[in-house]
């Protein structure tokens, strides 16, 4: 098996929506981010991508190229999958946390199970997502952004 880590964060911005796990969250303003900004689904990827030894989701799809605009993060969790298939890699399991003062995100956790388990492959039982809050203390306690990180285990097939 191969062990995977990774984090990531963003800064609020108004007039963006709020989209983590591939769930969007009704809120007074999102994150700021050349792609829709899903911190939970970037820190998922580089934990993927770590963990298969394939370097960072920046180096697959660069925040300079035009093509990622705005782009659908889940669309960029199901290539980083594609790769991993493709290596004979599937996910054992994957453990998520979101770190965020506001909004309360609680009741968007088991949507965002399902989405992310579709998206990698597993059932939803092997996808856990947590949320905390950092007390009110640095970026995320001040409400300037959500961070996330993840870990991941994957399965190496034998041939
Ligand atoms: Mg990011």
Not at 86 to 101: C, F, H, K, M
């Given at each position: 098996?191969?062990?995977?880590q990774?984090?990531?964060a963003h800064?609020f911005a108004?007039d963006?929506?709020?989209?983590?796990?591939?769930?969007?969250i009704?809120?007074d303003?999102?994150?700021?981010a050349h792609?829709?900004?899903d911190?939970?689904i970037?820190a998922?990827?580089?934990a993927l991508?770590?963990?298969?030894?394939?370097?960072?989701?920046?180096r697959?799809f660069?925040?300079?190229d035009?093509?990622?605009?705005g782009?659908?993060?889940?669309?960029?969790?199901?290539?980083?999958?594609?790769?991993l298939?493709?290596?004979?890699?599937?996910v054992?399991?994957?453990?998520l946390t979101?770190?965020?003062q506001?909004?309360k995100l609680?009741p968007?956790i088991?949507?965002m199970?399902e989405?992310?388990a579709?998206?990698?492959g597993c059932?939803v039982?092997?996808?856990?997502?947590?949320a905390t809050?950092?007390?009110k203390?640095?970026?995320?306690?001040?409400?300037?952004?959500?961070?996330?990180?993840?870990?991941?285990?994957?399965?190496?097939?034998d041939?």
């Amino acid at each position: 098996m191969l062990i995977g880590q990774g984090f990531d964060a963003h800064r609020f911005a108004p007039d963006r929506p709020l989209i983590l796990g591939g769930v969007e969250i009704p809120h007074d303003q999102g994150m700021l981010a050349h792609s829709d900004g899903d911190v939970l689904i970037h820190a998922l990827c580089d934990a993927l991508l770590g963990a298969a030894g394939l370097g960072d989701i920046g180096r697959h799809f660069p925040d300079t190229d035009a093509a990622f605009a705005g782009i659908d993060s889940r669309i960029l969790l199901r290539r980083v999958m594609e790769s991993l298939v493709e290596r004979g890699l599937s996910v054992r399991n994957a453990d998520l946390t979101l770190i965020a003062q506001q909004p309360k995100l609680s009741p968007y956790i088991d949507a965002m199970r399902e989405v992310l388990a579709g998206d990698l492959g597993c059932s939803v039982a092997r996808v856990n997502v947590k949320a905390t809050t950092m007390e009110k203390m640095g970026f995320t306690g001040r409400g300037e952004g959500i961070a996330a990180s993840a870990a991941v285990l994957l399965n190496e097939s034998d041939d």
